[in-house]
């Protein structure tokens, strides 16, 4: 496994971003987290829009500010992706928690999921955030494992209208 870091999106990157953006949207998956599935043909407003969502300018009704950050590694491949909120409302207390993150489909199941989360947890610290919440779907084992590889200490589970059950986990992150 590669040496991988954490960067803010950057115009640096844009063609390796478009590689990791069009590889997901070519195998059919939902693109987790959020962010990553829009379009970045205009790859400038794109950036300026997710720096806008980070201090926390021109929010849709009821959202709170998020940061994004890639996972990228030493070659500059972008691995991953993981979106920050700096705060909870109730659906995230409940269905999206403060950290969501994915990992290529082709990089999957090499533990970068396990590093994009433990490095996520140190930029939540440097938001102020000292206690997270991480969730996941009951059916996403992977998730799950990765989370508890964190810390994650289990909370109740949450129960969609549709009946999945998203699984709730608290990390502690002080000192």
Not at 31 to 40: K, Y
Not at 73 to 79: E, N, P
Not at 120 to 130: C, M, Q, R, Y
């Amino acid at each position: 496994m590669n040496h991988v870091f954490l960067t803010k999106p950057t115009l640096n990157l844009k063609n390796e971003y478009f590689d990791f953006y069009t590889e997901w949207k070519e195998s059919g998956e939902d693109m987790v987290p959020w962010v990553i599935s829009r379009d970045p043909q205009d790859f400038e407003a794109m950036l300026d829009w997710l720096d806008n969502h980070a201090r926390g300018i021109d929010l849709p009704e009821g959202w709170v500010p998020d940061s994004t950050f890639w996972l990228v590694s030493a070659d500059q491949k972008v691995i991953g992706a993981v979106n920050i909120r700096h705060e909870l409302n109730d659906f995230l207390m409940n269905e999206g928690g403060h950290i969501g993150y994915g990992i290529r489909p082709s990089e999957r199941r090499k533990g970068y999921a396990t590093q994009l989360l433990a490095l996520s947890l140190a930029e939540a610290k440097t938001l102020g955030i000292d206690k997270v919440l991480v969730v996941c779907d009951e059916i996403n084992v992977g998730s799950e494992r990765t989370i508890i590889n964190n810390g994650g200490v289990p909370d109740q589970d949450y129960v969609e209208e549709n009946g999945n059950v998203i699984k709730r986990y608290w990390i502690d992150i002080h000192g």
